[in-house]
């Protein structure tokens, strides 16, 4: 059992009711060159092309053997460019034929999977740290992580979403424990009914597998965070990881043969009627989901769409999503919709109100001073006292100065403030020092959240890396 003291859980309203919708009937789904770090695309398509589920759209043109593949049978429909001709996304039509599923075969786990991956697609769901890219085939990795659980606000509960997969799971993590010659790490919370399913397969079948517990506020369920307890990142050194929902969607690839990149996301967050789960295949357009799940009526009638609804759509956690266009597509990595009110207004001489309704790490409103440690126990708290989550940022940019507040969310052994402050300046050795190999830019959301300065971090950090990663190259 690992302990996270340091941390910070949000009490966002709009938890999602463990109940599924069947959305697999959307037609548009897009294959996103920009999902993936430091990926310069090759497209292999044309529009009007027909295409099957498990077909390359495009590769890397810095190693073509990775392929980026349609999730669905269908056309072709769209390449959307953006400036200078860079290609922004790939979208395929669904024609509605369903994946054509052999044969039940044996789960064959050789020295040729690695090749195997490659050449079906799948090899894009492995990710790798630093830099957070695509793993790459030629590399070795020091370990493996798999986390089973997410702490982020309002993320998906997996002892639900993967209910009925637990055999798809344990062949997949069978699988990846074969890719790497160190141990292959698999991390839960304490009582998660999988745990068990896991562990059972474990001990009858794997000996390089390493089951873990983590327990605590987030970011414990960051796999940054994981990685940095049980087997952190020197210079040179390489760690994979992979979402549990893609390690299912591994294990079913090993039984059929067939790429069906199936999952169920979470649609949650204060501005939705009915946040619940919805079954979906990777890369579904969202469009019908918002229609459905937005507060306002008169969407999308009103003429502005969803500025004028007031609400804003994340692809992702509020802490470390990306907004996108309510008729947008999901991320490739992604388990999570989130519908937030935007917070386009202002607050006449907010600063004088006690504020109990803003939330407060620091304690500058009332609201700071009611004990964190009350969780779901918000909801028992008279209206006018709830804490309310919004895209406000209440407040301007400031200069960034020294708090104190960062080290009290940020569980790594690493000074947070001087390690950013060394990513502005872009000194490569001191970054170095201060541990930037063990980090991602949402190890670091919480910071942001809580920074009185309102700096952009995580964009910073992502700079920071990839002027690292084509150092390296």
Not at 124 to 153: E, H, M, W, Y
Not at 189 to 212: C, D, F, I, T, Y
Not at 223 to 249: H, R
Request: hydrophobic residues 40%; negative net charge.
């Amino acid at each position: 059992m690992i302990k996270i003291k340091k941390g910070l859980d949000l009490p966002i309203e709009g938890v999602a009711e463990c109940r599924v919708s069947d959305a697999r009937d959307i037609a548009l789904y897009a294959v996103k060159p920009t999902d993936y770090v430091g990926l310069v695309p090759r497209l292999l398509v044309a529009e009007g092309d027909r295409v099957s589920a498990g077909d390359a759209l495009f590769c890397d043109k810095n190693d073509v053997s990775l392929r980026f593949v349609a999730p669905v049978n269908g056309e072709v429909c769209a390449v959307v460019r953006g400036e200078k001709r860079k290609l922004l996304a790939v979208v395929v039509k669904a024609d509605g034929s369903q994946v054509q599923r052999p044969a039940e075969a044996p789960v064959a786990v050789d020295g040729d999977l690695k090749q195997r991956m490659l050449d079906a697609g799948l090899w894009s769901l492995l990710r790798q740290r630093p830099f957070g890219t695509v793993a790459n085939p030629a590399g070795k990795a020091k370990a493996i992580v798999v986390s089973c659980f997410d702490s982020a606000p309002l993320a998906p509960d997996y002892d639900f979403a993967l209910q009925g997969r637990e055999r798809e799971l344990c062949d997949g993590l069978e699988a990846l424990a074969s890719l790497t010659e160190g141990t292959l790490f698999v991390t839960f919370r304490p009582g998660q009914q999988l745990a068990k399913v896991v562990e059972q397969h474990v001990a009858s079948h794997q000996k390089r597998v390493s089951v873990q517990y983590f327990e605590g506020p987030h970011p414990a369920g960051n796999v940054g965070t994981q990685i940095a307890c049980l087997c952190p990142i020197n210079k040179g050194e390489t760690v994979w990881t992979m979402t549990a929902q893609d390690v299912a969607v591994l294990g079913d690839w090993l039984h059929t043969g067939v790429y069906h990149p199936e999952r169920v996301v979470a649609v949650a967050g204060p501005q939705t009627k009915n946040p619940h789960y919805y079954r979906v295949i990777a890369g579904a357009c969202v469009d019908s989901i918002v229609q459905a799940q937005v507060l306002n009526p008169a969407y999308p009638l009103l003429e502005g769409g969803m500025k004028a609804a007031g609400v804003r759509v994340v692809s992702g956690n509020v802490l470390s999503g990306e907004q996108i266009a309510p008729d947008g597509y999901l991320g490739a990595y992604d388990s999570l919709l989130t519908c937030l009110p935007e917070g386009d207004y202002y607050d006449f001489m907010g600063w004088l109100l006690p504020g109990f309704n803003k939330h407060s790490f620091s304690r500058t409103f009332a609201s700071g001073f009611v004990p964190r440690c009350m969780g779901g126990l918000y909801q028992m708290l008279p209206e006018f006292m709830r804490p309310k989550f919004d895209t406000n940022l209440h407040g301007g940019v400031r200069p960034l100065v020294f708090t104190g507040n960062f080290e009290r969310v940020f569980p790594f052994d690493i000074y947070p403030l001087q390690l950013l402050k060394a990513c502005i300046i872009g000194d490569i050795e001191l970054m170095e020092k201060l541990g930037i190999y063990e980090v991602e830019p949402e190890d670091f959301a919480l910071c942001e959240y809580i920074d009185p300065s309102k700096t952009d971090i995580q964009p910073i950090v992502r700079q920071a890396l990839e002027t690292l990663r084509k150092e390296a190259l």
